[in-house]
Every structure is written in C-alpha cells, then in structure tokens.
C-alpha cells in the first residue's frame, strides 16, 4: 500500500521558514517524480514545486519562485519543501503528490491526473 506522509507544518510568522517533508513508501520512489501542491479555504489546490526523478530537474510558479525549494533523497525515500520569506498568502493545506511522469506533476489541472497523493499538513502563516 502506497502511503505518502507529510509532516513540518505549522505555525510561522510572516519573513519566517518551515521545511515540510515527505516520507514515501510501499513504492520505487526513485521512479517517481515528485512535487508539492496547496490548497487554501475556498481555492482551487495548486500547484507549488515538482522535482524529477534524479532530482536534478526542478520547476515552481512564479508565486513561490526564490523562496521555496524542492530536493529529494532518493535513499531515505523523503521529498522536501524549504520555504523561506513566507506570506499570509501561503497559508494552505500543504500536500505531497507523486507520479511516474513528470509532466503530470508540473501540469496536472485535476487531482486525478497524479498517481498518489498525501494527506496534508497545514501551514498557516501569521502577518
């Protein structure tokens, strides 16, 4: 049973970090894409970072480009989410997403299109 565990929310002031990660297992993580999207209340969940297979591939929007930043281990099967410079505007539900195709992850319009999800970890960030 695939399971994908999010953990590293919280709490933050407006300028603050958090890291979030990701603990994957019941699948090869190394042949999966990974990446991290949001939801806040009443929006569309969107997307917020993919990262390649190797993870020597990375793409974010521009509305967290220069202040969040993916990476992978590949032997501890965990993905990462370093955000830094943090504003009320990223308060969401914050979920981890993988999928054989790294396409599907940096251009996925539904939450169907991506093969497991997480559950969520909540980041709120005060002003």
């Known amino acids: 049973q695939v399971q994908l565990v999010e953990s590293g929310g919280g709490l933050v002031q407006a300028g603050g970090s958090l890291r979030l990660s990701c603990a994957a297992s019941?699948?090869?993580?190394?042949?999966?894409?990974m990446g991290w999207f949001r939801q806040a209340p009443g929006k569309e969940r969107e997307f917020v970072a993919a990262i390649s297979l190797s993870g020597g591939s990375t793409y974010y929007p521009d509305s967290v480009k220069g202040r969040f930043t993916i990476s992978r281990d590949n032997v501890r099967n965990t993905v990462y989410l370093q955000m830094n410079s943090l504003k009320p505007e990223d308060t969401a539900v914050y979920y981890c997403a993988a999928d054989q195709t790294y396409g599907h992850i940096r251009y996925a319009t539904s939450k169907n299109e991506i093969d497991y999800w997480g559950q969520g970890t909540q980041v709120t960030v005060s002003s």
């Open positions: 019941g699948l090869t993580f190394s042949v999966y894409a």
